[in-house]
């Protein structure tokens, strides 16, 4: 057994990462070796916390550390108002901009026919079922403008018509992009200029 068959497999398990490929994860392993002390070891400690901690919101769908959410046990933030974001990703930059001071839900993606993705493999029903319950009076689809994020839109629009008011974000998202990607400008004007469907 190689002695550096341990830094390969840490190499290559970086490479899975988003925006990380098998050369970006080499430089970014002899990094954190380099500045072990610093970097690597408290880096460890702190992906194991997280892996120990980690939990979905049973209510919206957010990344926290109990069943439910901070944003969704903030009573100030019960208005009335929802914001559906296909991930969670979505969901942080909205926050980021510090636009939207409602409520969320997180659908856990876009409905794909060609991946076999369909409503009942994203939180849809839940949002049916909170609509319902938390007395929902808007529901913001701030979905990514993707052909799929579109037609994940109309879906939603055709379940809650008549029950709801639907709003969507409107100018400064371009058409193919991606909330995560975006300044927060951007998602403030989006957000301001939000439009009926």
């Keep these: 057994m190689s002695q550096t068959d341990d830094i390969e497999q840490l190499i290559e ?30 880096l460890a400690r702190s992906m194991q916390q997280v892996s120990e901690t980690a939990r979905e919101c049973l209510n919206c769908g957010n990344v926290g550390t109990s069943d ?5 046990s903030d009573d100030n933030r019960a208005n009335g108002i929802l914001c559906v974001v296909e991930d969670v990703a979505d969901l942080w930059a909205m926050e980021r901009s510090g636009v939207f001071k409602g409520r969320y839900h997180v659908l856990g993606g876009t409905l794909s026919a ?32 993707t052909i799929d994020g579109q037609t994940t839109a109309h ?6 018509e008549h029950r709801v008011t639907l709003t969507s974000l409107a100018q ?3 058409i193919g992009g991606e909330l995560d990607y975006l300044d927060d400008g951007t998602i403030t004007a989006a957000m301001n200029a939000r439009k009926p469907i």
Excluded: T
């Excluded at 988003?18 to 970097?39: D, E, F, M, Q, Y």
């Excluded at 439910?68 to 969704?72: A, N, R, W, Y």
């Design 13 to 42: 398990l970086m490479s899975r990462l988003p925006g990380l490929g098998p050369r970006s994860a080499r430089r970014a392993v002899l990094h954190l070796i380099r500045k072990r002390g610093l970097l690597l070891s408290p």
């Design 68 to 72: 439910i959410c901070e944003l969704c």
């Design 155 to 160: 879906y939603i629009a055709d379940q809650l």
């Design 172 to 174: 400064g998202v371009p």
């Design 114 to 145: 060609l991946d076999g993705v369909g409503p009942d493999e994203l939180r849809i029903p839940q949002l049916i079922n909170r609509v319902e319950a938390e007395a929902i009076s808007e529901v913001i689809l701030a979905l990514n403008a």
